[in-house]
């Protein structure tokens, strides 16, 4: 998978940083600032770009159908309301159908989709949704649970609140004792 997205300019986004800590009165000239608008640029440039990937997908051989659940991926994106960072852990799982899916997909898929600005809510359902769409399993599930540097440094200022979000398909939301299970799986600590 290939991120669509206009190219990006690093030199501008330096001018642009350049301009923006200078409209912060910070003193560019002094010696431990002059290169902080490149290292700036270098960074947000970093987060909000994805790396390719390809959904590697098997045969379900062996008929497999309980629940593939991969607990504690890191994620990180950056609010699309202030440019903050929110951190936390994303737990993805399936229930096979026809195909089952290779295991370091689950990260990888992870940090696509979070290598842009934008809310929690739209991260979890885009990662379930590419799940859903690439595999078509029985059924999906994502939870992300993430601090938002955006409350926690500003603003209510609630170090250590965490946002937990949901996006379950197929059995996973409609089979109550599946949805338990998945639920329940992405609770405990390993």
Request: aromatic fraction near 4%; glycine fraction near 8%.
């Amino acid at each position: 998978m290939t991120p669509t997205r206009p190219e990006t300019d690093p030199g501008a986004a330096e001018k642009a940083a350049v301009d923006l800590l200078t409209a912060l009165g910070l003193d560019l000239t002094d010696e431990n600032l002059v290169d902080t608008p490149r290292r700036m640029a270098h960074a947000l440039l970093e987060m909000t770009t994805a790396s390719d990937f390809e959904l590697t997908t098997f045969p379900n051989s062996e008929g497999y159908d309980e629940l593939v659940l991969v607990q504690g991926i890191p994620v990180q994106s950056l609010c699309e309301h202030h440019m903050l960072p929110f951190v936390g852990l994303a737990h993805v799982g399936y229930l096979p159908g026809t195909r089952i899916l290779g295991l370091s997909k689950f990260a990888r898929m992870v940090d696509f989709h979070a290598r842009q600005p934008q809310t929690q809510e739209r991260l979890t359902q885009r990662i379930a949704d590419h799940l859903q769409q690439g595999l078509q399993p029985r059924g999906v599930g994502v939870v992300i649970e993430a601090e938002h540097a955006c409350m926690s440094l500003r603003g209510a200022r609630a170090p250590g609140a965490r946002t937990v979000t949901s996006a379950l398909f197929g059995h996973l939301r409609d089979d109550p004792r599946s949805r338990a299970e998945f639920l329940a799986l992405t609770r405990s600590k390993t």
